[in-house]
DNA sequence: TCTGGGGTCCTAGGACCC
DNA sequence: TCTGGGGTCCTAGGACCC
């Protein structure tokens, strides 16, 4: 039996928890920069409050509305996610966190003492909500992606108060024919709409499908999630917790950017963050891709990418911002308003194995790496840098309407005064 | 006045080689 | 009259997820 846990609108709910006033409120929460909705709490979404639109499209609805604006606040997100994930991993022995804000419970040979998935649902539900705030989702299944299809039903199905389970065969059937064939995990809106040409329309039409025929018209990929309904799983624990293939960091720049020194800052930056990444789950990559790029919705247009070969692979800062300023010059343009750059890294590799140059030895220091990673972890990700990393306002985020960082800065622990 | 997220994986099609 | 291979690598863009 698997199951998902999830938090209901988890940005919009975050930002409820240190601030009471508002949870009767409608809420929504942009993305970086504040450029689009990407959170809706469920009062705002009864407003008919769209996802993903351009924040600026929608401001006069949610003025109309008094609807209540945050930015995104990851301190505080990645922080209430850890306190949540903690909880609700004492509920399995088995917990795989997928997301910030979902988690798969894994139950094979572990039953827990209340015998009652419905009941263990409930408890998990109301254990999160006591101790951090946060309304979950509980979704059981024989697969994962039944259990995120049960998921699905306990928050828009009426009469499941939060909690589903898919433990029969009516179960299933009931909450997949009440699925549109484009809420199913893994089908997105272009998928769906060709489904639907197809006469496929709900979860259970597509789950009715003969796996086989659904690889050749589509993919391995649907193939795999017809299975799945069916209660064969195909999504194992290893697959999902894979390392990464690529590694990217990407931003768009709070204002237009024109000053090469700020950009390639910018692009040292996101080398930083790629290194890191890489050294968390210990690989090494052999390519860099960097790119900037003005706005697509400016009239001139200007993309500009390249693929650096490292002569050996490597996972050492230094090593990346060198590659960097060798080939800065090759991405810059005059005049051009700069709005978004990035780095990734591609062909990445176990550092267990690295294939050293006899002639060229590498220039890394994972030693050395390894002691700015764990110093930085502790004291902050800004404590240890590169010179070339110097701090630059320029390019800093736009976030308007940022809440307090509650848990990570002392001076924005929430004060209570009571009068006496 | 101007404003439009970020990350990962997959695939079709082009370029090149023999 | 009409017809012409197969493999590898690269890249841009598509698709999906949250």
Redesign the pocket.
């Known amino acids: 039996m698997y199951c998902l846990v999830d938090a209901v609108a988890?940005y919009a709910s975050a930002e409820k928890v240190f601030d009471p006033a508002i949870r009767s409120k409608p809420v929504v929460v942009l993305?970086?920069?504040d450029?689009?909705i990407?959170a809706i709490c469920p009062i705002a979404r009864r407003l008919n409050i769209p996802k993903?639109q351009?924040?600026?499209k929608v401001k006069h609805l949610l003025a109309k509305h008094k609807v209540v604006i945050r930015s995104s606040n990851y301190e505080l997100y990645a922080d209430l996610s850890d306190k949540m994930m903690n909880v609700i991993s004492r509920f399995c022995d088995t917990q795989h966190v997928?997301?910030?804000?979902?988690a798969f419970l894994q139950f094979n040979g572990f039953t827990p003492l209340i015998n009652d998935w419905h009941k263990y649902g409930q408890l998990i539900r109301r254990t999160v909500w006591r101790e951090t705030k946060l309304p979950v989702g509980v979704g059981f299944g024989p697969t994962p992606t039944l259990a995120?299809a049960a998921n699905h039903a306990a928050k828009k199905l009426n009469g499941f108060n939060g909690v589903a389970v898919i433990d029969s065969e009516h179960a299933r059937q009931y909450i997949l024919a009440a699925m549109d064939v484009a809420d199913?995990?893994?089908?997105?809106?272009?998928?769906?709409k060709k489904l639907k040409l197809l006469n496929i329309n709900s979860a259970l039409d597509l789950a009715k499908q003969t796996p086989q025929r659904m690889k050749r018209l589509f993919?391995?990929?649907l193939e795999r999630t017809v299975n799945e309904l069916n209660g064969i799983v195909c999504l194992n624990w290893d697959d999902v917790r894979?390392?990464?293939?690529?590694?990217?960091?990407?931003?768009?720049f709070g204002e237009?950017l024109t000053d090469p020194v700020a950009l390639k800052t910018a692009l040292i930056n996101h080398s930083i963050?790629v290194a890191r990444?890489l050294r968390q789950q210990r690989s090494l990559t052999k390519r860099l891709l960097l790119f900037v790029a003005s706005?697509p919705?400016?009239s001139h247009y200007y993309?500009k990418?390249l693929?650096y070969e490292l002569p050996v692979s490597s996972a050492d800062s230094r090593v990346f911002a060198k590659a960097i300023s060798e080939i800065f010059t090759q991405l810059y343009q005059h005049n051009v308003r700069f709005?978004?750059c990035?780095m990734?890294a591609l062909e990445l590799s176990s550092q267990q194995f690295q294939q050293p140059d006899l002639f060229a030895p590498s220039q890394d220091n994972i030693k050395l790496m390894e002691c700015l990673d764990s110093i930085n972890k502790r004291y902050g990700y800004d404590t240890l840098t590169l010179a070339s990393q110097q701090q630059s306002q320029a390019w800093h985020?736009k976030r308007a309407f940022l809440s307090p960082q509650y848990t990570t800065r002392w001076q924005h622990l929430p004060k209570i005064s009571c009068d006496l």
Request: with cysteine.
């Open positions: 988890f993305t970086n920069n450029g689009c990407c993903f351009p924040y600026f997928y997301s910030i804000d979902e995120k199913v995990w893994g089908v997105g809106k272009r998928l769906a993919s391995v990929v894979q390392d990464k293939r690529e590694i990217f960091s990407t931003r768009s237009r963050i990444k706005s919705h400016e993309k990418s693929v709005y978004k990035g990734g985020m």
